[in-house]
């Protein structure tokens, strides 16, 4: 699919580049291409951890060095980052995937209920989060193959603080078409959680997965991705 655009795959709080890989693949059978972004806000040492501004960067550059079409997916927090990026004529569409998708001037905390942090956000005296010991399976993994669920589980990192609070300054899905993809049996963002942001979107589709759709369902999401791409 010599036509066809590559994927720009940006990861969610705590993970990497490393939880696209199954997806990755199913698109490679696919015959479509792929790349994945490292969040500079992602990592295991504290002191060098990136925020929002540094992950946009990152997309934005990740986008650029890509010859010919491009669709960008953003997972989670990834959907903030993908917001805020700069693009230019090559990206054709923007996803997001159980995502953040804030306006400008509202950070993705603004969007929250009041009350408590959700239990798989364990606040460090360091600046970092982390996801507490036994939060990450119910959270994020529950319909995935017990050992995809731990794997995934022990390669999480840590996720700087600095991503909570900033404004974001573009929103960049205002200019681009946007799909939103509303994963139905999401335990760490809820269906009707993600409908406020979907109703931002161009188009809307459902997936019946948890909040890990690229780890739990790889090849009938790389069927879903492919079937939105085609329609840039």
């Known amino acids: 699919m010599t036509d066809a655009p590559t994927f720009l795959l940006v990861h969610g709080s705590w993970h990497g580049p490393w939880c696209w890989d199954d997806l990755r693949a199913a698109l490679s059978r696919r015959g479509l291409a792929s790349a994945a972004v490292a969040l500079p806000s992602c990592g295991h040492d504290p002191a060098a951890l990136g925020g929002l501004a ?3 960067a990152a997309v934005g550059a990740a986008a650029a060095a890509i010859a010919g079409d491009v669709v960008v997916v953003g997972h989670s927090y990834g959907g903030a ?3 805020e990026a700069e693009y230019g004529p090559n990206v054709k569409r923007l996803v997001y995937v159980a995502a953040f998708m804030p306006d400008a001037g509202r950070s993705s905390v603004s969007y929250l209920p009041p009350g408590p942090m959700a239990p798989y956000i364990g606040l460090r ?3 970092t989060m982390e996801v507490p010991a ?3 399976v119910p959270s994020f993994y529950h319909d995935c193959t017990p ?3 731990a794997a995934a589980e022990a390669q999480l990192c840590l996720q700087s603080q ?4 900033p404004d974001s300054t573009r929103a960049a899905w205002r200019s681009l078409p946007s799909t939103y993809i509303v994963t139905t049996d999401d335990r760490a963002l ?3 959680f993600q409908r406020m942001f979907a109703a931002q979107a161009s188009e809307t589709r459902d997936f019946a997965s948890s909040h890990s759709p690229f780890l739990s369902r790889p090849d009938d999401f790389a069927d879903l991705l492919a079937e939105v791409a085609g329609g840039r």
């Open 54 to 56: 540094e992950d946009a």
């Open 147 to 149: 050992e995809v669920a």
């Open 81 to 83: 980052a993908i917001s």
């Open 125 to 127: 005296d360091d600046g």
């Open 162 to 165: 600095a991503v909570l609070g």
């Open 134 to 136: 036994g939060q990450a």
């Open 190 to 192: 809820p269906a009707d």
